[in-house]
């Protein structure tokens, strides 16, 4: 079969010529002696047209067929100047592969985003979803690409394990213990030595820790999976199961790890606004006006740059326009980092030097001994999309955090090897995927940009 990807792309060589295309029908307009399939075959963001006439034996079989049906259709491409398509193809044989209810769930109308998120299984047949998910697919071979032509390895961080890597609690556990008849020890405590691996374990909410001991080895790597959070936040940027890149720099300090976040995000635009133009174009026009104008700038200008007590002052002017009010010390929520990044810098920001309350153990202390060499990129219409830092290098300081935290010692060993064994000053950051995903596309909802999204109580299929 020909992929209507193929017609499109060498058109010269089709014309006039035979074809033979398997699709799904994505309208059908009969009439007495003739009619027009609308199929597309998920190759390519463009549908194909067809013409079939009663000459064929089965005319009135495909007059009958529903939207949604699939067909295999040979005959001959031939242009059309004055027709929206540049092509169509006039049929000498039809073949239904597979019939098509008349209540299938995608007819051809404008189904609303909360409607489609209710047949997830489905959905990636409409235009809006082949573009989401084509883009995404285009935005992970671009990172790849990003980091592998600058020679990071990439690493494959474990999904299963023992640590928790951002210190908030916010983990799925692991466990094959039967929870009706949960263990106990002599004191009424959960027996975890009967468990599957021993000990307390949980789905990984970051491979960083991972990933910090291979760029030890090979200087620079970078992780691309899937990561786990259960936090209740409801909103429409989390997801309990949401994918992470993670470079992790050896010899590279906060300046260098910003350096590297904003050469990737260009990159990743650069890309995409090459190689998905019709999709861009359809996000343009249907989902948010202006985004090309926006992703275009951003992929040709630079990142503006605020130090976290700088934000906060700026913020503290205008605490009359936020829900929560901020204060040197708080964590900045959503509006004020939208805030930040639409009202007052008007492109992606990186904000810096954190209250190390606010952190995780693992960042550099700075020299105030109160703030961390953090960063955060927050770009407009989601707030933050990256979080990183300068790592934490020195055994002492990094140990008597922990002790602060409360953390076992011994939970960390391996960590705390990385500084007892050949320390160097190293970065990394953590983008997350999904949020880069709607970026890109304008989308404003993290489960319009998941195949599968698993929020709070929503894990269908
Ligand atoms: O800021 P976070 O928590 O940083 C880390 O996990 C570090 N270990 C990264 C590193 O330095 N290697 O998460 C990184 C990014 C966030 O900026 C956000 O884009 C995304 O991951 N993220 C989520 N995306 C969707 N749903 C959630 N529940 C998310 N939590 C974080
Ligand atoms: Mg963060």
Not at 151 to 178: K, N
Request: net charge negative; with cysteine; glycine share 6%.
């Amino acid at each position: 079969l020909t992929t209507v990807r193929d017609l499109y792309r060498d058109r010269e060589k089709y014309v006039g010529q035979t074809v033979k295309v398997g699709g799904w029908l994505r309208n059908i307009r009969d009439s007495k002696t003739f009619g027009f399939l609308v199929m597309n075959d998920g190759s390519c963001f463009s549908t194909l047209q067809v013409v079939y006439t009663d000459q064929l034996e089965n005319f009135s079989d495909i007059s009958r067929l529903n939207v949604g049906a699939s067909v295999i259709v040979k005959g001959t491409l031939v242009e059309t100047p004055k027709a929206k398509q540049p092509f169509e193809i006039q049929a000498e044989e039809v073949v239904i592969e597979g019939t098509s209810m008349p209540d299938y769930p995608l007819q051809p109308k404008r189904h609303t985003f909360e409607y489609l998120r209710t047949i997830p299984h489905l959905r990636a047949r409409t235009n809006t979803f082949q573009a989401v998910f084509r883009v995404r697919s285009l935005i992970a071979y671009a990172i790849h690409k990003f980091f592998q032509e600058q020679g990071f390895v990439y690493v494959h961080t474990p999904l299963i394990t023992g640590s928790d890597c951002e210190g908030a609690g916010e983990m799925f556990q692991v466990t094959t213990m039967d929870l009706n008849n949960i263990p106990k020890t002599e004191d009424g405590q959960v027996d975890y030595k009967k468990d599957f691996f021993g000990k307390p374990t949980n789905l990984t909410v970051s491979g960083q820790l991972n990933g910090e001991t291979y760029a030890m080895a090979f200087r620079n790597i970078y992780t691309f999976g899937p990561t786990f959070r259960a936090e209740n936040s409801n909103t429409t940027r989390h997801a309990a199961e949401f994918w992470m890149i993670e470079p992790e720099m050896a010899f590279a300090d906060l300046e260098d790890n910003m350096n590297m976040a904003e050469a990737m995000i260009k990159y990743i635009i650069q890309y995409v606004l090459e190689n998905a133009p019709e999709e861009m174009a359809f996000f343009n026009q249907f989902v948010d006006k202006g985004l090309l104008d926006r992703l275009n700038h951003v992929a040709t200008s630079q990142f503006a740059h605020v130090t976290y007590t700088e934000a906060v002052d700026i913020l503290m002017k205008n605490n009359d326009k936020f829900d929560y009010k901020v204060s040197w010390g708080v964590d900045l929520q959503t509006e004020h980092e939208r805030y930040l990044t639409e009202q007052v810098f008007k492109r992606p920001v990186f904000v810096t030097d954190y209250p190390k309350e606010i952190k995780a153990f693992y960042m550099k202390l700075n020299d105030d001994n109160k703030t961390v060499a953090a960063m955060d990129l927050l770009v407009p219409g989601i707030g933050e999309i990256i979080g990183g830092s300068q790592r934490e290098d020195d055994y002492d300081k990094l140990a008597a955090r922990m002790d602060e935290l409360g953390l076992n010692r011994e939970d960390y060993d391996f960590y705390l090897d990385l500084r007892r064994y050949g320390s160097v000053y190293h970065s990394g950051y953590g983008l997350g995927f999904e949020r880069c995903v709607m970026y890109l596309t304008g989308m404003s909802n993290i489960r319009d940009v998941l195949p599968f999204p698993r929020t709070v109580n929503n894990c269908e299929l």
